[in-house]
């Protein structure tokens, strides 16, 4: 199978609410969302109409009690989702030692949280991320990658229940969080995995990893990163080593939407590109300060935004290789972003994300509104670290600031989760619950 997929239409679709629908969300919470009453948002308006909280649509643990933390901070709550053929969507999300997979009914029905497809507690290891293979995917089956606090990785199939794999069982690739796992586009069976430890790794889901720790040797070797390949008799997992810095945890990766290109930010601070199959370097950028969480790209693949620590939305162009612009809103760390494809168009992006400060912020981004205004060149002092006042990491006055379009507490705790589909917008926070936010009717 083709190695490229297809980036989706860039319009909204048919299918968006009915206002009957709209109405049913408007009934009480269960629960109370804030502290404070008007605290916390249950709408927000922007130029194309009020989006609205479904809350008949959350998902929660089936008994909706908060997880007891036991002198740990447990790992960011994060959404999976797929489509399948035929059967309507999935959605896994993560909470404390537990795992959730249902059928995702989005604004249509009410979830049923008694029913969960499946339902799984782990003891001794947190599960961090997930995700689902979207090639194999069809009604009968999909395989779904879990990867845990304590370094390994589970491959499961929550329809069939006959698949159960386990990846560095005996932590002998590497004994640190799995940060993210992410399947190769249009692969059924070749996915990556990423480590605190600053590695990147290459499986093949259907070979065996091995009885001792392995051995690699040298592949290529580029400018602040390296690739090894396992060096043994018979193939065998890891198929690859990446190694990324001097060793800083990777925080996120993401393919691009042709599936050519990855995307990596790392806890250094740093965006790198690569061109996948070919493993070169084709550009970075780096945070203001402090280390970056999340990446998302663009729908035409031309831009990629990042968040961080320095409380700021980096946006990257592939094109002209720099930073292009930065948007302040959040006041504090952005733990997701992502952009809009359903919306959209030639000449704008929507862009959105959410933070450890409760806030979800939308942007809308022109195009020229990216490119920067030529200034005089003001000779400045040179920068002892070479960082600051670079194309990859422009000082606040040398590019543009963009301002939000919408800025929203939309929730108690810090948000973790950030998803646009075509009818709705999903966001997740740390007490484990998603919420599904009705996009206005057309």
């Known amino acids: 199978m083709s190695s490229r997929i297809l980036a989706p239409k860039m319009a909204r679709a048919d299918t968006l609410c009915s206002q009957s629908l709209l109405e049913a969300g408007d009934r009480p919470l269960e629960r109370p969302l804030g502290g404070e009453p008007g605290d916390v948002k249950t709408q927000f308006v922007t130029r194309e109409g009020t989006y609205r909280l479904m809350t008949l649509s959350e998902y929660s643990r089936p008994n909706r009690v908060g997880y007891q933390t036991q002198g740990q901070t447990p790992p960011q709550v994060r959404v ?4 399948l053929p035929d059967q309507g969507e999935r959605i896994c999300f993560n909470h404390g030692r537990e795992l959730y997979v249902y059928v995702y009914k989005g604004i249509k029905k009410a979830a049923d949280l ?5 339902k799984k507690v782990y003891k001794g290891t947190n599960p961090t991320c997930h995700d689902f293979n979207i090639a194999s995917a069809s009604g009968e089956s999909v395989s779904l990658l879990i990867g845990f606090s304590t370094g390994q990785i589970q491959l499961i199939d929550p329809i069939k229940k006959e698949l159960n794999k386990l990846f560095n069982e005996e932590r002998l690739i590497d004994k640190t969080r799995v940060t993210c796992l992410r399947w ?3 692969s059924r069976s070749l996915f990556l995995a990423a ?10 889901e ?6 001792a720790a392995p051995h690699y040797q040298p592949f290529k070797v580029g400018e602040g990163f390296s690739v090894s390949t396992c060096k043994t008799k018979s193939t065998r997992n890891p198929l690859f080593r990446w190694l990324l810095g001097t060793g800083s945890a990777i925080n996120e990766l993401a393919f691009s939407p042709s599936g050519a290109q990855l995307a990596i930010v790392s806890q250094d601070g740093q965006l790198r590109v690569f061109q996948y199959d070919s493993m070169e370097l084709l550009g970075t950028a780096r945070s203001y300060f402090g280390g970056l969480l999340c990446v998302a790209w ?4 031309r831009l990629i935004a990042v968040g961080g620590e320095d409380d700021l939305v980096t946006v990257y162009s592939m094109e002209q290789k720099r930073v292009v612009g930065r948007a302040q809103g959040h006041r504090s760390w952005v733990a997701a972003v992502a952009f809009d494809w359903f919306l959209e168009a030639e000449s704008c992006y929507r862009l959105g994300s959410v933070g450890h400060d409760t806030q979800l912020c939308l942007w809308e981004l022109p195009e020229d ?3 920067t205004p030529s200034k005089p060149k003001v000779k400045r002092r040179s920068d002892p670290l070479q960082l600051v006042g670079t194309p990859a990491c422009p000082r606040l006055d040398e590019c543009p600031v963009l ?7 939309i929730a108690h705790e810090r948000l973790t989760a950030l998803v646009f589909r075509p009818d709705c917008i999903i966001t997740a926070c740390q007490d484990g619950y998603v919420y599904t936010w009705a996009r206005p009717p057309s």
């Not at 008694?114 to 499946?118: A, D, G, N």
């Not at 480590?195 to 093949?204: D, F, I, K, P």
């Not at 301002?403 to 507490?409: Q, Y």
Request: net charge negative.
């Open 80 to 83: 999976s989702l797929v489509t």
């Open 114 to 118: 008694s029913k969960p497809l499946e």
């Open 184 to 186: 190769v586009p249009g």
């Open 195 to 204: 480590h605190a430890s600053g590695q990147l790794y290459v499986y093949n």
């Open 206 to 211: 259907e070979l065996p990893c091995g009885s």
């Open 298 to 301: 663009s729908g035409d693949g």
């Open 369 to 371: 509104a990216l490119t």
């Open 403 to 409: 301002e939000p379009l919408v800025c929203k507490k």
